[in-house]
């Protein structure tokens, strides 16, 4: 048998039989395009001349004279396009899109991130485009979804199981099943069957290539350590792909949510409460029962709000190589309104989770340390949730004025 | 083995009824009187599906009844019991159909250990690609349960072949591209589509997903061993009642 | 009497005495940063590292096919962070606060954009500040005030006048007059008295160095024509600033509400409404009836609904450098939609403008020429201005979904 | 010249007052009544602001009221007919005030002709620096208007030269930082301040921004010529009526 997309224990592929040729023609396509250089001149163009990289390292200079230890330097992925991280794969799988011949592209979203993303690219590249979405996430997220709709995708409510990420996931695998000739399932994270973790990684990676070029000109050094929130794990593959080979720490941050007592989390890797399983196609630790039926997850960040995690950080963690931490909601809120009030960056929920972390380390590090933060995505676009997060009674009243208005009509 | 069965009951009829339930949904008892009914009806053989909470390859109707029967407070020892229970009672071979994790977290040994002490016969594992698949098929083997794989149409014919040397009782054919329970149209490249399976494998094809009526049976009589109806019969309960799947199979043939 | 500040016979100071000293400081202040390279420098890689400048030059290739004529340049001050053009303006101003040592921020926003900008400025330089904004914006850009808050800044509702842009100008300058020992107030365009219009336009200039530089290298031609929206006109300056030395036609774009025969618009050099005056301490031409009493006026996008226009711009109208239009409503909402669904890309309402009017002379043009829109601003800012002009039911639903939420608290 | 009418009222009085009106608010009936109570209650000169829409430099207090003179339908032409009427009518020099928009869109030459012509003896433009004033120093030497300009403590005194130069009736000098009617106090500064405006100019001081009670025009008393109560009497207008007006005014020597 094929050890393919292993990871240690972790990966594989379990997916239905009628998808088999379309994954082998996928891993194909990808296969090609990764011994291409072209190929990735190609990427690195487009995202250059579409979205805005190289992304900034920006010094935190206010926040590093605030907890008066290590140097803090933060990747500035919330000024890609369309606001985060999320971007740089699914430009990639356009680019592989256009290679296959594929003229239809699907997702899944959550926090509805991944789904403009996909649109936007869709719309760019000219395909058609359906977007699946949890019911909830529908609801809650509804500004996402008027963005999708505009850039001409259809967003498809999932009804069923939690009716959140993971339902959206399984939802897109049930259309792709029904359309693999025309249509690529556009994943959203390091997640699900190869070559999905691994050739997300491999697009994400331009954000620790361009880290740590930046950080040795900017701070003369490479850091001590490196912090990325962990939702599937896309943007802590994208940034720690560029220290695998250095004296770096490398710390994930997952949802703590309520507490990781209160079983209303989603760490994966940073509790005990996960254990190894396979579903969506790929095997890693999932929050599951012990029937092996998942479970409810909680974050106040959407986007970490998912029972599976990239197969190739569970290897991760196994062998040591990346540190897993939880931060809590609470914390999050916290770590965001410091950052916004020290420096003017919103970093979006997920993202801050790596803040959180990142500042309760720092202090306790030496001012010749430099450690770099992955801000993921920018808190703009998720005004609903961090209004809601922050309890802010005048946004509030600004709705109920807003819906009168809408009533009256 | 199931082929065998398959065999010997394909001597007097010139094609089985294989049909599917989703155990406990809507609850236990209903489950009881379905594969009660489908029984009397004449059905050869069946699929018990054990629920899983994200079943991938499942279309609408059977993922909402895994999501019922789960909330309901369905487990995996509770559909060995119900499996136990319709294997000991009725004539037929019942074959388990569920995702891997759910054999993965029971530990795959001690779940063919189980699937055997509850009279089963064999098992479909849709996500469970035979290159994955060497604990399961060892633990299989020892218990002496039949691992069924699936066909597919864009499946070639090395992979038939390698697919074909790993499965026993018979081979499950997708007869489109889809999930469960959408349109079949029965295209042109059908028969060649057919012929490839038959020419890849000695066990009996089955051909499912999608199939409703008397009308889509008799097509594929003199094709294949076996016409699969899955999400019909679910359809059947969720519209006419538990006491209308009796009549429903009656009419298939 | 000095000519400082003029532009034919537009611009001048015209300040209440109380301010004069503080004038010079900041005219003092100005000119000595601008006669040293080394502040150019610091500003352009606080840009370059704090924002993402260089902001990409994006060909709009589906664009250019869907029109057929020039090949159309889309310059993308909307992946600045903060996300408009409004963060360079701010940015420089505040370096010239570092230079002058003054402890204070105060500014006046309208669509809210400059108050963001400003407010994330005064927490990156650990300023006080203090947001302007009229009682009627504050209702309805009320995600804005959110995040100003959450930043640290103060926000002050205006309640006297049309409670909109020009009232919060008014209201600036009497903060200053009382405080402007500690205090630089950030004026947010082309507007004003000396040194602002030139001030705010040298600093917005980096656009149009930029876009100059990236179009002889991406097309290969300087571009046949420029198009920019123009409010106050500091985003029309920044990109026009790269080509007055070039055979290139300067496009600006004024708000056509609903229509220039409507008198619903705020066309000052588009429309024949508007007469010579002095107001805000500057002269140039305004909407303003007879006696002199500034009008109301009225825009789909709130950055362009404004009484006044820079003096600079108005010149440059007078000698025929700059061409003036406008555009309606209606259209800059189909051309927002046309964005959207062929390039991804969402611009402000505000940038929406200049798209209009691109759209209508593109196809009329060849297909060797080559057209520049400078997209100053993202439109993802704007959901509830952008949902309601396109008025989205599902929209709507939701925020009475969230409205019944918050009242059953 | 306005200069002459103050230096020789202040023969028999330590202190002029100089009271302010916005023409038209509440209403114009109501402007004309509060002329009447300031004139009876004994003040020396009056100021008429002519409604701007955007005032600038004034505080809240003025600003509102421009605002709502303006919402009741107040025009130029209809201050100059108030205007007139007024100085017909009573026996103290008025000047006006407003912003430069007002003359500059009248035409400056017609504007000055037109003050003349109703009687007025001069005008406050705070908008309007020494530098931008060539036009309007022009039509006011013409009519013979007194063209008052305002000093400040931030006011140089090379600049205060340059607006003494220009500036005629009397100078107004701002006694704190900020725009009409914030709390004043006077400040160590303050004397040094005023030694200042003195030295820089022959013409009478006013002093305005901020005096509100008599303790305020006592402590002014012997330091300038002129105590201007601007806002503070629109604050009694709107907070006690028209016809409070008088009292408070005789209350304040
Ligand atoms: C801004 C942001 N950061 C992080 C994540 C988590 O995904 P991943 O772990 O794949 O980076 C998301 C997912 O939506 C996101 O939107
Ligand atoms: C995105 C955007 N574009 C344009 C403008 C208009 O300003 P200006 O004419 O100064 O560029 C604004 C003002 O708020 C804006 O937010």
Redesign the interface.
């Given at each position: 048998?094929?050890e393919q997309g292993y990871f240690g224990e972790f990966g594989?592929?379990?997916?239905?039989?009628?998808l088999?040729?379309?994954f082998e023609e996928l891993i194909a396509a990808y296969e090609e395009a990764r011994a291409d250089p072209a190929f990735w001149k190609t990427y690195v163009d487009l995202m250059?001349?579409?979205?805005?990289r190289p992304?900034?390292?920006?010094?935190a200079v206010?926040l590093t004279r605030h907890f008066g230890g290590a140097r803090i330097f933060i990747k500035?992925e919330d000024?890609n396009?369309t606001?985060a991280h999320k971007a740089n794969n699914v430009m990639g799988q356009g680019l592989l899109i256009q290679r296959m011949g594929k003229k239809r592209v699907i997702a899944e979203t959550g926090a509805g991130q991944h789904g403009v993303a996909t649109?936007?690219?869709?719309?760019?590249f000219?395909l058609e485009c359906t977007i699946y979405m949890g019911e909830v996430d529908v609801?809650r997220q509804?500004?996402n979804?008027?963005?999708m709709e505009?850039?001409?995708a259809t967003v498809v409510p999932v009804t069923?199981?939690s009716r959140t990420l993971?339902d959206a996931i399984?939802e897109a695998?049930?259309d792709w099943?029904?359309?693999?000739?025309d249509t690529h399932y556009a994943l959203g994270t390091a997640c699900g069957p190869h070559p999905f973790p691994e050739m997300v990684s491999w697009f994400q990676s331009l954000i620790g290539e361009e880290a740590r070029r930046q950080v040795l000109e900017?701070a003369g050094c490479l850091p001590s350590r490196v912090y990325a929130c962990v939702g599937g794990g896309s943007n802590a593959m994208g940034i720690f792909g560029g220290f695998f080979e250095d004296d770096v720490e490398l710390v994930g941050v997952e949802a703590g949510g309520a507490g990781l007592d209160s079983k209303a989390h989603a760490s994966r890797l940073a509790s005990s409460d996960a254990?190894?399983?396979?579903?969506?196609?790929y095997k890693t630790y999932?929050l599951?029962n012990?029937?092996?039926?998942?479970n409810e997850t909680h974050s106040v960040a959407a986007g970490l709000d998912y029972v599976g995690v990239s197969p190739i950080l569970a290897h991760l963690s196994q062998t040591g190589r990346v540190r897993f931490e939880a931060a809590t909601d609470e914390e999050v809120v916290d770590a965001l309104?410091l950052t916004?009030?020290?420096?003017?960056?919103?970093p979006a929920l997920e993202s801050s989770h790596a803040f959180v972390q990142a500042f309760k380390e720092a202090p306790l590090m030496s001012p010749d340390e430099v450690i770099v933060i992955n801000q993921s995505g920018r808190g703009?676009?998720d005004?609903?949730t961090i209004?809601d997060a922050?309890g802010?009674p005048?946004?509030?009243a600004?709705?109920?004025?807003?819906?009168?208005e809408?009533?009256a009509? | 083995m199931l082929a065998d069965y398959i065999r010997k009951r394909r001597e007097d009829r010139d094609i089985l009824l294989m049909t599917h339930i989703v155990a406990g949904y809507p609850s236990f008892d209903d489950s009881l009187r379905i594969v009660e009914q489908m029984v009397e009806g004449g059905v050869d053989l069946m699929e018990l599906q054990v629920p899983?909470?994200?079943?991938?390859?499942?279309?609408?109707v059977i993922?909402?009844a895994n999501?019922r029967s789960?909330e309901a407070g369905s487990?995996?020892d509770r559909c060995f019991e119900f499996a136990e229970a319709v294997s000991q009672r009725f004539d037929i071979p019942f074959v388990l159909m569920t995702?891997?994790?759910?054999l993965?977290?029971?530990g795959v040994q001690e779940f063919a250990d189980r699937m055997a002490a509850a009279g089963l016969r064999g098992a479909i594992v849709?996500?469970?690609?035979?290159?994955?698949?060497?604990d399961y098929l060892e633990a299989m083997g020892r218990n002496e349960l039949d691992p069924i794989?699936?066909?597919?149409?864009?499946?070639?014919d090395t992979?038939m072949s390698l697919?074909s040397s790993r499965a026993g009782g018979f081979v499950y054919c997708?007869a489109r591209?889809?999930?469960t329970g959408?349109e079949t149209s029965f295209s042109a490249d059908f028969e060649a589509y057919l012929s490839r399976c038959s020419a890849a494998t000695e066990l009996p094809l089955a051909l499912g997903f999608g199939v409703k009526d008397a009308a889509d049976v008799d097509f594929l009589r003199g094709q294949v061993d076996i016409a699969v109806i899955g999400t019909e019969t679910l359809r059947v309960v969720d519209e006419r009642g538990v006491e209308a799947v009796r009549g429903f199979i009656e009419e298939l043939r």
């Amino acid at each position: 048998m094929s050890e393919q997309g292993y990871f240690g224990e972790f990966g594989g592929s379990f997916i239905p039989e009628i998808l088999v040729a379309t994954f082998e023609e996928l891993i194909a396509a990808y296969e090609e395009a990764r011994a291409d250089p072209a190929f990735w001149k190609t990427y690195v163009d487009l995202m250059g001349n579409y979205s805005c990289r190289p992304t900034p390292l920006t010094e935190a200079v206010n926040l590093t004279r605030h907890f008066g230890g290590a140097r803090i330097f933060i990747k500035r992925e919330d000024l890609n396009h369309t606001g985060a991280h999320k971007a740089n794969n699914v430009m990639g799988q356009g680019l592989l899109i256009q290679r296959m011949g594929k003229k239809r592209v699907i997702a899944e979203t959550g926090a509805g991130q991944h789904g403009v993303a996909t649109a936007t690219m869709a719309a760019k590249f000219g395909l058609e485009c359906t977007i699946y979405m949890g019911e909830v996430d529908v609801a809650r997220q509804r500004p996402n979804v008027f963005w999708m709709e505009r850039m001409g995708a259809t967003v498809v409510p999932v009804t069923e199981g939690s009716r959140t990420l993971k339902d959206a996931i399984n939802e897109a695998f049930r259309d792709w099943v029904t359309r693999m000739d025309d249509t690529h399932y556009a994943l959203g994270t390091a997640c699900g069957p190869h070559p999905f973790p691994e050739m997300v990684s491999w697009f994400q990676s331009l954000i620790g290539e361009e880290a740590r070029r930046q950080v040795l000109e900017q701070a003369g050094c490479l850091p001590s350590r490196v912090y990325a929130c962990v939702g599937g794990g896309s943007n802590a593959m994208g940034i720690f792909g560029g220290f695998f080979e250095d004296d770096v720490e490398l710390v994930g941050v997952e949802a703590g949510g309520a507490g990781l007592d209160s079983k209303a989390h989603a760490s994966r890797l940073a509790s005990s409460d996960a254990t190894l399983g396979v579903a969506q196609g790929y095997k890693t630790y999932f929050l599951q029962n012990p029937d092996g039926q998942m479970n409810e997850t909680h974050s106040v960040a959407a986007g970490l709000d998912y029972v599976g995690v990239s197969p190739i950080l569970a290897h991760l963690s196994q062998t040591g190589r990346v540190r897993f931490e939880a931060a809590t909601d609470e914390e999050v809120v916290d770590a965001l309104s410091l950052t916004m009030q020290k420096e003017g960056l919103i970093p979006a929920l997920e993202s801050s989770h790596a803040f959180v972390q990142a500042f309760k380390e720092a202090p306790l590090m030496s001012p010749d340390e430099v450690i770099v933060i992955n801000q993921s995505g920018r808190g703009d676009k998720d005004i609903f949730t961090i209004a809601d997060a922050f309890g802010d009674p005048e946004w509030e009243a600004f709705i109920q004025k807003k819906a009168k208005e809408y009533d009256a009509r | 083995m199931l082929a065998d069965y398959i065999r010997k009951r394909r001597e007097d009829r010139d094609i089985l009824l294989m049909t599917h339930i989703v155990a406990g949904y809507p609850s236990f008892d209903d489950s009881l009187r379905i594969v009660e009914q489908m029984v009397e009806g004449g059905v050869d053989l069946m699929e018990l599906q054990v629920p899983f909470s994200e079943p991938i390859a499942d279309g609408p109707v059977i993922l909402h009844a895994n999501q019922r029967s789960l909330e309901a407070g369905s487990t995996v020892d509770r559909c060995f019991e119900f499996a136990e229970a319709v294997s000991q009672r009725f004539d037929i071979p019942f074959v388990l159909m569920t995702y891997y994790n759910i054999l993965f977290k029971f530990g795959v040994q001690e779940f063919a250990d189980r699937m055997a002490a509850a009279g089963l016969r064999g098992a479909i594992v849709p996500d469970l690609p035979p290159e994955e698949a060497g604990d399961y098929l060892e633990a299989m083997g020892r218990n002496e349960l039949d691992p069924i794989f699936i066909f597919s149409p864009n499946t070639t014919d090395t992979r038939m072949s390698l697919i074909s040397s790993r499965a026993g009782g018979f081979v499950y054919c997708v007869a489109r591209k889809g999930v469960t329970g959408a349109e079949t149209s029965f295209s042109a490249d059908f028969e060649a589509y057919l012929s490839r399976c038959s020419a890849a494998t000695e066990l009996p094809l089955a051909l499912g997903f999608g199939v409703k009526d008397a009308a889509d049976v008799d097509f594929l009589r003199g094709q294949v061993d076996i016409a699969v109806i899955g999400t019909e019969t679910l359809r059947v309960v969720d519209e006419r009642g538990v006491e209308a799947v009796r009549g429903f199979i009656e009419e298939l043939r």
